[in-house]
């Protein structure tokens, strides 16, 4: 009898789940559409946006992050689940982040809905913080970039990058 257990398989926890988020996420982009799915995902990044923030308030013992705190955490955050995040600049009240490599790894790839995962979790974050934050995906892996940019105004203007979403602090 074979030892399946002694198998040599490319097969974690890790890899499942997000094997399973993949799959989760393309079912809604062919079920519901891209927007739709974006929705749900959104739903989902704020609800862990939320926790984070609280986290983090709590590990740095302050009631709200200032703008070099917020970029410092978004880019802990990432690093703590596989990502390449790293501060580009922090200018006035924009934050600009590039990232080498996605925490879903090589599952991201045609599975842009998940974007709305770092969307809504740094948004969350920002805008707790801020009282008002706008970001934006201006490139992604999951949509064949060699990496993701991603702008986080804590002071929003007037030029605004497309696909840009609004997050305000909860108590506004």
């Given at each position: 009898m074979t030892d399946v257990a002694a198998l040599e398989?490319?097969?974690?926890?890790?890899l499942f789940l997000r094997?399973?988020?993949?799959?989760?996420?393309?079912?809604?982009?062919?079920?519901?559409?891209l927007?739709?799915?974006?929705?749900?995902?959104?739903?989902?990044?704020r609800a862990i946006g939320g926790m984070l923030d609280e986290k983090y308030r709590q590990a740095l013992k302050t009631d709200r992050l200032d703008k070099d705190?917020?970029?410092?955490?978004?880019?802990d955050l990432k690093r703590r689940i596989k990502g390449g995040f790293?501060?580009?600049s922090v200018n006035g009240g924009r934050i600009v982040l590039?990232?080498?490599?996605?925490?879903f790894g090589e599952k991201v790839l045609?599975?842009?809905?998940?974007?709305?995962?770092?969307?809504?979790v740094f948004g969350l974050i920002a805008g707790e913080n801020s009282g008002h934050a706008r970001v934006a995906i201006t490139e992604a892996i999951a949509t064949g970039a060699p990496g993701c940019r991603v702008v986080v105004d804590v002071q929003p203007t007037g030029d605004t990058p497309e696909g840009?979403?609004?997050?305000?602090?909860?108590?506004?």
């Amino acid at each position: 009898m074979t030892d399946v257990a002694a198998l040599e398989l490319d097969l974690d926890r890790d890899l499942f789940l997000r094997e399973l988020l993949r799959q989760l996420a393309g079912a809604l982009q062919d079920v519901v559409g891209l927007d739709e799915a974006e929705g749900y995902v959104s739903t989902v990044g704020r609800a862990i946006g939320g926790m984070l923030d609280e986290k983090y308030r709590q590990a740095l013992k302050t009631d709200r992050l200032d703008k070099d705190q917020i970029a410092a955490v978004l880019v802990d955050l990432k690093r703590r689940i596989k990502g390449g995040f790293r501060i580009e600049s922090v200018n006035g009240g924009r934050i600009v982040l590039v990232n080498s490599a996605c925490p879903f790894g090589e599952k991201v790839l045609d599975r842009p809905s998940l974007c709305m995962m770092t969307m809504n979790v740094f948004g969350l974050i920002a805008g707790e913080n801020s009282g008002h934050a706008r970001v934006a995906i201006t490139e992604a892996i999951a949509t064949g970039a060699p990496g993701c940019r991603v702008v986080v105004d804590v002071q929003p203007t007037g030029d605004t990058p497309e696909g840009a979403r609004d997050f305000f602090r909860a108590d506004l």
